[in-house]
């Protein structure tokens, strides 16, 4: 038996990452034998670097799991082998909760019959950590030793369950990939066929589980097997483009090519060419034949983002393709037939601009057809957890950081911040604390919030100021209530942190009376808190 402590390498993390990523690497073209062979010089190679005596993994599907077994010193050959599989088969993995647990002579509590199967396996203590995403566990890791104090470190145990992620995503894929077809039909056949999405099936990147995030992906999910065309609604930094992709994915032009084009960020000049293409020498520069997005997109899925800034000229042109499925390069005279799925974007108030004459009606109510308006991240303060430990992961390898430890304190701070510019924001925000801190819990680099400041109070006369005006009006009524029956938001029509957001950009503060002061009655109201 080993009597050194889990650290007893320095390069155990290096050592730990590479064994995992050659298993990973293997498993999704490997056929059973050779996965199996895989994992189990995994297993073996990460309990020699860890100095321990068991590790297992149980990989869960459905109501049947697949234990994977390391020991150091293998059971006699008359001898029942008793490996930790054992211990999570009877425990039932899809109970535990989504932090490791430790199991040994002071944590055995909560698991009866735990203590025995230890020491049938010859153990003293084991942690044990789910791996995957999902509501249930995909796999499971266990690692035992027969230390009486191993070093169960939380670094190393936060380290493990990263890396338990791993190879169960690998396991995923590779049971996805042999999945057989419902039916015969052909391979082409099959992948064209719609593929409706589910909340168990929806795009890692889109992270989150807060009702206004559902009713977005519930959305999604009516129409995403069908080619109708969908407008995205929403604020910018929101995700506008993970729902597009979303739809693509789950549409059945699939296997066609996605295609975008930001219609705000290219001068007007060249929307016309960028969209429809152009024919040699159709302009100074114009040296050869292009083709257009549409052209590429053919049979496939265009998206437009930033549609409410395309000029006027070209959404007459635009309509045109939408209605008869046919266009002309620039600088020909023939029209070309096109058949694409159109998804667009925008964070402008449309209806807005089509008052003003700024943007087409009957373009417009050919895009609405489905619209699906994406939450801000004020309206989903509770995904913010998993949005920022979604942050850490994805960028604090390039960094160089191992971060293990976000403190109340910091996401109450991100919680109450307003998030003008969304999810991007937040994003940026979490990349800054990574670089801010070297240990291993993020720190904050300065406030979220920079050097955002309240518009000043003004005369009385803008349009703002009658707009804070009717919000305190509203508040004084509701007695400063946001939340709950007959509250402030309830009244203006909005939801609570909507009108936190608003009160913050004007300024609105509520302050104390003398009298409030003098008694000690008065509780300051803190616009930004949730107990509003």
Partial sequence: MPNTNVFRRADWRTTLNRAVRQ????????????????IASMLAEMGETLGIDSVTLLECSGHSTTGHDWQRSPAAPDEPAV???????????????????????????????????????????????????GLQPTCVWAFGTERADPDWSDTLVEHLQLLGDIVAGALQRRARKERPSPTAMPSVMASARPQPLSMSRRPSDIVGDSPA???????????????????????????????????HAGGPRRGAPMVSVNCGALPPTLIESELFGHQRGAFTGAVALRQGRFELA??????????????????????????????????????????????????????????????????????????????????????IPALVWSFIRKRQGALHRCITNVTENVMAILQRHSWPGNIRELENVVERALIHSPGDTLTLDGSPAGDEAPPPPGDGTTLMSVERTHIQ????????????????????????????????????????????????????????????
Wanted: hydrophobic fraction near 40%; charged fraction near 25%.
């Fill in 213 to 247: 995030l559902r009713a977005a992906l519930n959305r999604l999910d009516e129409v995403a097997s069908t080619t109708s065309t969908v407008l995205l609604l929403g604020e910018t930094g929101t995700g506008k483009e993970l729902f597009a992709r979303a739809l």
């Fill in 23 to 38: 298993c990973a690497s293997s498993l999704e073209a490997a056929d059973d034998q050779a996965a199996s062979a895989a």
């Fill in 83 to 133: 490996g930790l599989s054992m211990l999570l088969k009877v425990l039932r993995p899809h109970t535990f909760d989504d932090a490791p647990v430790v199991i040994d002579e002071h944590h055995a509590e909560r698991f009866p019959g735990a203590r025995t199967l230890l020491r049938r396996a010859s153990l003293r203590s084991a942690v044990i950590a789910r791996a995957g995403i």
């Fill in 298 to 383: 053919h049979r496939g899925t265009l998206f437009l983002d930033e549609i409410g800034d395309l000029p006027l000229d070209l959404q007459a042109k635009l309509l045109r393709v939408l209605q008869e499925g046919t266009f002309e390069r620039l600088g020909s005279s023939s029209s070309q037939a096109v058949d694409v799925r159109i998804v667009a974007a925008t964070h402008q108030d449309l209806m807005q601009r089509v008052s003003t004459g700024a943007f087409r009606a009957d373009l417009f109510y050919r895009l609405n057809v489905f619209p699906i308006r994406l939450p801000s991240l004020r309206e989903r303060i509770e995904d």
């Fill in 473 to 532: 009006e509203v508040l004084r009524n509701c007695g400063w209530r946001i939340n709950g029956l007959g509250n402030a938001a309830e009244r203006l029509g909005m939801h609570p942190n909507t009108l936190r957001f608003r009160m913050k950009k004007l300024g609105i503060v509520r302050h104390e009376s003398i009298r409030q002061r003098r008694s000690g009655s008065y509780v300051a109201a803190d616009v930004g808190r949730r107990a509003c």
